[in-house]
């Protein structure tokens, strides 16, 4: 089924407009309530995927993440500049690069669970126990590869 055609499609009704508001939105206040522990919310993500070994190269952080490498080979600059990652080259294949979380690194990713479920609840504080887990699905829906 197609829902927009040509004469129909309006960019500020469209749903990648409200997902994009949306992606802002969070990302702009995730970033003010992870301010104190000097992270952004996109490198939050790369250390709690680190933290509980969801990922542990770059390669998977950017597919998991949905990050191009570009992007996610600055991100892991600035984490490992902070002293939060180090880099490691596998003994198995030189050409795979190693994340592990360094003590500092364990330090704010510990941290993490305490601040970001307070920013997620605060923009969800209308939504009923239903409406959550419906938006869960059709958002899981729509972002099925």
Known sequence: MKHYTKESFNLTQSVGFFLNKA??????????????????????????????????????????????????????DKLEHKGLLARSRSVDDRRVVNLALTAKG???????????????????????KSEFDELLRLLNK???A
């Not at 104190?36 to 709690?48: N, S, V």
Request: no cysteine; aromatic share 4%; hydrophobic share 50%.
């Open 23 to 76: 992606r802002n939105l969070v990302l702009m206040e995730m970033d003010a309530a992870l301010k104190e522990l000097d992270i952004t919310a996109q490198q939050m993500g790369i250390l709690l995927s680190l933290s509980r070994d969801v990922a542990t190269t770059p390669f998977e952080l950017s597919k998991l993440l949905v990050i191009d490498t570009g992007l996610m080979t600055r991100m892991l």
């Open 142 to 144: 729509f972002s099925a």
């Open 106 to 128: 364990h330090i704010v990713a510990d941290r993490i669970p305490e601040i970001a479920p307070e920013v997620l609840n605060a923009r969800l504080k209308d939504f009923s």
